[in-house]
């Protein structure tokens, strides 16, 4: 699931977990998200690393609207436009279309849309 949110969106993720091995802690950060709590926690500790994940956050570019041809696709709105007007997508038809217009001009192939949206 994090790699697919990963596909479309940079939105700061912080998993709050009962598992404490290392192993699992390795794979949700190599996964995608960007900190992880165990349970149980207290507020100040999941507030600080809020805060934390946001300072990190705030050096970050918005992603700008991406355009092929008469095509715009902002990822920020999550809206898409043809020719001026605007389309209305389901989420998954949006995730397709933003993760086949990042690789306009690419082979994409069944199993990396499967993977990634």
Same mark, same amino acid.
């Given at each position: 699931? +994090? @790699?697919?949110?990963?596909?479309?969106?940079?939105?700061?993720?912080?998993?709050?977990?009962?598992?404490?091995?290392?192993?699992?802690?390795?794979a949700l950060?190599? /996964? /995608?998200?960007?900190?992880?709590?165990?349970?149980?926690f207290?507020?100040?500790?999941?507030? !600080?690393?809020?805060?934390?994940?946001?300072?990190? +956050? $705030?050096?970050?570019?918005?992603?700008?609207p991406?355009?092929? /041809? $008469?095509l715009?696709?902002?990822?920020? $709105?999550?809206?898409? !436009?043809?020719d $001026?007007?605007?389309?209305?997508?389901?989420?998954r038809?949006?995730?397709l279309? !933003?993760?086949?217009? @990042?690789?306009?001009g690419?082979?994409?192939?069944?199993?990396?849309?499967?993977?990634?949206v």
């Amino acid at each position: 699931m +994090l @790699r697919m949110l990963r596909a479309v969106s940079d939105v700061p993720v912080i998993v709050a977990t009962a598992r404490d091995e290392e192993p699992e802690m390795v794979a949700l950060l190599e /996964g /995608g998200a960007d900190d992880y709590i165990v349970k149980p926690f207290g507020a100040a500790q999941l507030d !600080a690393r809020i805060k934390a994940v946001l300072r990190r +956050l $705030g050096t970050a570019e918005p992603e700008e609207p991406l355009r092929v /041809g $008469g095509l715009v696709v902002d990822p920020a $709105g999550r809206e898409v !436009a043809l020719d $001026g007007r605007v389309l209305d997508l389901t989420p998954r038809e949006f995730d397709l279309l !933003a993760h086949l217009v @990042r690789r306009a001009g690419q082979v994409v192939s069944r199993r990396e849309l499967l993977a990634e949206v």
